[in-house]
């Protein structure tokens, strides 16, 4: 195990009816607010209505900052800036799931900041300061709710990043408010999480048993509990438990001591910086091409992923088949919860894959379980199409 230093100041208020302590909150942060959120879902589902009700009664001018796209974009962002430094904003709510989260995120750190926000995350620099976030989290898929990181897409240039920003000072996750959630979007947010964990767990470090040992345990309660509440939207804790995993599976608890990959997630964010795809969806596709690709890099690794996650018998086996099974049960899993499998299910061909290669590596190699080159990334785009 590495030497690691571990901090996370988010207060994590789970459960039914916790919305109602976000009064207490805002009476702690300050009279002026700006709520980010998305499309019209909020509305419709009476979130919204609660919680601009409970912000007044709180003593709160509330501002807006609304339209917060699925790939947030550089310029929505800089508009919520504009705003706060116009109206003296005090602190930030985001009402939503992931992308207005990282959007809001990335307002507070915009603020105060003298230079352009793009600088966090083209890796110019790093915030020193930001206003307060909280968030009310309606979508069980980023951890962004519980984590300091942020992806933001400059669209004018076709660049989608992630930045080291800001943690939430709270985050109220209530699993009714995933109720609403369109199956597609549910879907996705199930193959984003476990593709958070499929980043941190596919790491040559050794001894780290009760890291291994958490990943796992996250995976095998998504498994569990995705088709649950596919068949039935509103099985609460079919939606609780998933909610929670979401947050665990990037809140800093599984890379404490362990060197992690993220190429693929470098993969992903290159493709729908061109073609707006969902994040999610995307990382389905590429996940397991990127494992075939890979494996053999530990397959001892990939061995007891396809054991304990996914029931592989090793009977009779060789290392390498056991581990090629437990590649193909994960391929397996998102096309029989409706996940995309192949990159031309967002009718996406082999005319662009260089580009995204290269912008898939702007700063040079990608990962760490394997260092990927911009060529190893045309072949495993080659690979998902």
Not at 107 to 122: I, K, L, N, Q, R
Not at 232 to 247: F, K, M, Q, S, V
Not at 316 to 331: C, M, N, P, R
Not at 344 to 356: E, H, P, T
Request: with cysteine; glycine share 8%.
């Amino acid at each position: 195990m590495n030497n690691f230093v571990y901090h996370n100041p988010t207060e994590l208020i789970f459960g039914k009816g916790q919305l109602s302590l976000l009064q207490e909150k805002a009476k702690q942060l300050g009279s002026t607010v700006l709520i980010v959120y998305g499309g019209g879902s909020i509305k419709r589902s009476g979130l919204y209505d609660k919680t601009v009700s409970l912000l007044q009664d709180a003593g709160c001018r509330v501002l807006e900052l609304p339209g917060v796209e699925p790939n947030p974009r550089l310029s929505t962002v800089k508009k919520g800036i504009e705003i706060c430094r116009q109206e003296g904003v005090d602190w930030i709510l985001a009402v939503g799931g992931g992308s207005v989260i990282d959007a809001a995120k990335a307002v507070a750190v915009g603020v105060p900041y003298e230079g352009d926000v793009w600088d966090f995350y083209s890796r110019v620099a790093q915030p020193q300061a930001a206003l307060p976030l909280g968030t009310v989290l309606t979508l069980a898929a980023t951890g962004s709710e519980m984590n300091r990181g942020s992806v933001v897409t400059n669209w004018e240039t076709q660049e989608k990043h992630g930045g080291t920003t800001t943690f939430p000072t709270f985050s109220i996750l209530d699993p009714e408010n995933t109720f609403t959630v369109p199956r597609d979007q549910t879907i996705y947010g199930i193959s984003d999480i476990m593709s958070h964990v499929f980043e941190q767990y596919f790491s040559h470090t050794p001894e780290i048993p009760l890291q291994t040992r958490f990943a796992e345990s996250i995976l095998k309660t998504v498994i569990e509990n995705a088709e649950r509440v596919l068949e039935n939207p509103e099985d609460y804790d079919a939606r609780a438990n998933i909610l929670y995993c979401g947050t665990m599976a990037l809140n800093g608890t599984l890379p404490v001591g362990v060197e992690t990959d993220w190429a693929t997630h470098s993969i992903e964010h290159a493709v729908s910086a061109i073609y707006d795809i969902p994040h999610g969806g995307g990382l389905a596709i590429i996940f397991p091409n990127w494992m075939r690709y890979v494996y053999r890099e530990n397959v001892a690794r990939f061995t007891r992923f396809a054991v304990e996650v996914w029931n592989v018998d090793p009977t009779g086996k060789s290392d390498e088949e056991v581990a090629l099974e437990g590649i193909a049960a994960v391929e397996a899993f998102f096309a029989r919860i409706g996940a995309p499998t192949r990159l031309a299910d967002y009718q996406i061909g082999d005319d662009k894959l260089q580009v995204m290669a290269e912008k898939a590596t702007p700063f040079g190699p990608i990962g760490s379980f394997k260092k990927l080159t911009s060529e190893d990334v045309a072949e495993i785009l080659r690979m998902s199409l």
